[in-house]
């Protein structure tokens, strides 16, 4: 019996080659599509998952609200925090404070140097919190003392060349000597925090400058609280505010107002969006997650769409051999074994195609989204269960309907010819599926119209700093700004250099915000972000001045004792004249006398514009540069200039590896997402499309074949050509009209708040909504006209001949 199953589905694919090409082709393509966001969100997913103790670590997050920023929720606290959460909550069984090691540039090993970014300082704690694993060295003591450090092992094979016998070795950091500890096992990097170097957190705590980790005014550690179980975070966080009452705002450093809450580890990676100040080096964002979850279930509905569709339409040739076989004795159940049974045959050949697209593609996705996606049968859920999973979903959901839908029709009915196809509820139920799937191929041009706009303008618009052909080369040691005079020189000599000066990073920015109050009887207080330039910055960064002047080399007072402030941080002050006001004694300038607001820039956009621009305040303290910013001329031959930059660099800074931060790009990488975003709605949207047009090609020339006789006797009648084809097309029109109707309210709800997320975002105009489904309408006007004005073109004897 299975055999006969087998046999009749073979034959009636090979019967109806076209249609079973249309089928297979949709079905692979709509399965490939839907393994590889299904990579997606199973990497996106498993973030953190690895850590035997996500379940019950926490990170700590502060709730501020201060003047100039207002309310902003950040993930840095302070450093007697994790002590005191220890001693005061008894559900809390270890606690662990991270910082990154920003002070250390360069590691030296003997004549070579590095530079390493994924170096922290940590406690002891982070090992068993963390599961970090050792090669070598003593877990319970490596991170115990001062100077002490752990290293995985491929930065231990990048220095010694080998991963073993490396305790006690000494390296340098920050010119400072440090003894290797340990060396722990290379950590996997679905982690939105990965190291790749460990610090003993007490190298530091006790070291001039960093005083402030010893005070609760002050933020720049990350804390992390394991609990005892996970009804202890409920019961913690209620204690919370009288926790930082006899804490925090008895320590009198300067809080107005504070709260703090538990985050749980597992959500850091994709629920952090609203968060400032994480130090991590990953994350994600959950609302992309769900929009290519739905994404991937709905064109994998549109495949199966397609199929039932065809199943339908041919429904009069089959009605046939249906009642042929219940004559013979079949009866329903049979019938209903048969018709899913080709539909598995189908999936199956689907599936292995879609496979075969799907190694096609990976190299590609990889490249795209920064990933190392495989096929892989054995390990990995989605290529094994899921396959199996998939393969029978989509067989009953494909042929279900058919199956049940042509096994109920009646042998004496289907023998006189009494079986019409797409009438009746089966006419409605295929139009309904149509409007389905058109509805979605609207939604996603729709997306892919508004995204493209909002990327197009975050590029296009004016930031106020002018990024092109500049470079910011990053001090190794503290004393290399010691050589930057000389250097600065050397490079000016060449005329296709047009400036050199210091600064705490490209965009004039330091990570860092604090509070400073005006120098006035109220002692006003404002939150702001510090900037840290060298005279010539704003000019060389094409910064507009909207009042007073810019620094002044020449002007002795100008170093450390003047401020610059941005027109954010005037509005929020409320300042008419604000040129000659001054500020108390702030962080990093001169600390004996105020510091006197010489001029006002424009606001500029030193971050994306996910963020508004909040009030900053700039000065000249060579002691908080962190490099060295270079402008050139726009020459033809940049690479040589680059070159020119490169070795000069090299001869004055022989410990500092070069390497540089091209601005350009800095600026890119802010929307490096959004643009990976965009290019994702293209891709799947296309497929969309491109399954539509599959589908109702497909549907068209089964109806056609069923008018084929109406066709010619209205040719026979005086019938033109275009009169039948636009015939045909009209109730196709109306139904992508209702589907559009249908598609872009949801859409445009969606839409909106995709966009919220941006401080700086387009409105979504008319044209928007009208241009998707224009599009739409004229790809199924272009379908249709294809098949249908072949039809109406052929000759009405060879329609009418077997009649």
Known sequence: ??????????????????????????????????????????????????????????????????????????????????????????????????????DIQVVGVGNRFFRERNMYYSDASVISLFDVEFIEGNPATALNEPKSVVISEDVARKYFGKAGSLVGRIITMGNKPFRITGVMKNRTEDTHLFFDILISMSSIENQPGFEWMKGWGSNSLITYVLLESSGAREVIEKQFPDFIRRHVFAAEEGWEYLEMYLQPASEIYLQSQHIKFQNVTAMGNRNL???????????????????????????????REVGIRKVLGAD????????????????????????????????GINTLLGTSFIIDFISNPIFNIGLIFLILLISMASGSYPAFYLSRFQPIAVLRGAIKSNSGYSGFLSKSLVVFQFAITVGLLFAVIVIFRQVNFMRNKDLGIRYKNAIFASFGNNDDYSKSEAFRQKLLSDPRILNVCGSSFVNGVSGSQGPVFVDNSAKTKLTVRFGYVDFEFFQAMGVGLSEGRFFDRTIGSDLKSTVIINEAAVRKLGWKNPVGKRFRPIMGADTTRPSEVIGVIADYHYFSLRAVVEPAIYLVNPDQFRGLLITYRDVTDQLQVQDFIRKTWGEFFTNSPY???????????????????????LYFSAISVLLSVLGLFGLTSLLIEQKTRNIGIRRVLGGSAWQITIMLIRSYMLLVAIAGALALPVTFYLLNKQLDQFAYRISIRTSDLVLPVLLLIFIAFLTIVFRAYRAASANPVEALKYE
Not at 296 to 311: F, G, P
């Open 1 to 102: 019996m299975y055999t006969n199953y087998f046999t009749t589905a073979i034959r009636s694919l090979l019967r109806q080659k076209s249609y079973a090409i249309i089928n297979l082709t949709g079905l692979s393509v709509g399965i490939a599509a839907f393994i590889v966001l299904a990579l997606y969100v199973q990497h996106e997913t498993s973030y953190d998952k690895s850590l035997s103790k996500h379940d019950l670590l926490y990170r700590v997050v502060e709730i501020q609200n201060e003047p100039g920023v207002g309310e902003q929720h950040v993930a840095i606290t302070m450093g007697p925090l994790a002590e005191a959460l220890k001693s005061d909550f008894p559900q809390i069984v270890e606690a662990v404070r991270l910082m990154p090691a920003f």
């Open 332 to 363: 329903r159940l049979n019938l209903v074994y048969q018709f899913i049974g080709e539909s598995l045959l189908m999936t199956l050949m689907s599936v292995f195609l879609a496979i075969g697209l799907v190694e096609l593609v990976l190299p």
């Open 659 to 681: 390497q540089p931060v091209f601005a350009e790009k800095y600026a890119a990488d802010n929307y490096k997402s959004d643009a990976r975003l965009l290019s994702l709605f």
């Open 289 to 319: 997650v769900l929009i290519f979850s739905v994404i991937a279930v709905l064109i994998l509905l549109v495949a199966c769409v397609n199929y039932i569709n065809i199943s339908i339409a041919r429904s009069v040739k089959r009605s």
